[in-house]
Each structure stands twice: as C-alpha cells, then as structure tokens.
C-alpha cells in the first residue's frame, strides 16, 4: 500500500458566493486540497487563516470588508513560517 499524503490545508475567500463555491468545490475534486474555512471578506480570511493556520490561503484580494487583504498590518505573511508573493 502506498503511504498516504497529507492533503494541503486550505481557507477560500470571496465575496462572491458563487465563486467561493466554485473553487472550493474544484480543490475538493482534485482530491489533493481540504479546505478547512472560508470567507465572504478580508477580515473573515484574517480570522480563518489565524484559528485554522492552512497551508494555503487562496482569496480574491481586491474585494469585500478592507479592500484588499495585503493592505491591512495584521496580516503578517511570515508570521507562521509562510510567506506571501
């Protein structure tokens, strides 16, 4: 038997409901992906991504409460050992 990989943690984020529903429901078919929180909003991903700590964030930064994530101090990209580019 094949040892088992771990799949990578994710938070979605979106202000469109649609689209969140969109990508979470292709990472959850490619099978490689758990998404452990999403978001309608910046502050949302800033809380998802401090109580779940994912491997990945995935969101789209110029929409919802703050504007764009990357504007806002808290988040601290290599606060956790991540980095953000």
Same mark, same amino acid.
């Given at each position: 038997? =094949?040892?088992? *990989? #771990? *799949?990578? #943690?994710?938070? &979605?984020?979106? $202000?469109? #409901?649609?689209?969140? @529903?969109? &990508?979470? /429901?292709?990472?959850?078919?490619? !099978? ?6 999403? =978001?309608? $909003?910046?502050?949302? &991903?800033?809380?998802? =991504?401090?109580?779940?700590?994912? $491997? @990945? &964030? @995935?969101?789209? @930064?110029?929409? /919802?409460?703050? !504007?764009?994530?990357? $504007?806002?101090? #808290?988040?601290?990209? !290599?606060?956790? !050992?991540?980095?953000?580019?």
């Amino acid at each position: 038997m =094949a040892p088992s *990989k #771990r *799949k990578i #943690r994710v938070v &979605v984020g979106d $202000d469109s #409901r649609n689209a969140l @529903l969109s &990508v979470c /429901g292709y990472l959850e078919f490619e !099978g490689q992906f758990e998404i452990v929180g999403t =978001a309608t $909003d910046g502050v949302q &991903v800033i809380h998802q =991504a401090e109580r779940f700590r994912p $491997d @990945l &964030v @995935l969101t789209d @930064l110029s929409r /919802g409460r703050f !504007g764009s994530v990357t $504007d806002q101090p #808290r988040w601290n990209c !290599g606060n956790h !050992g991540g980095s953000c580019s």
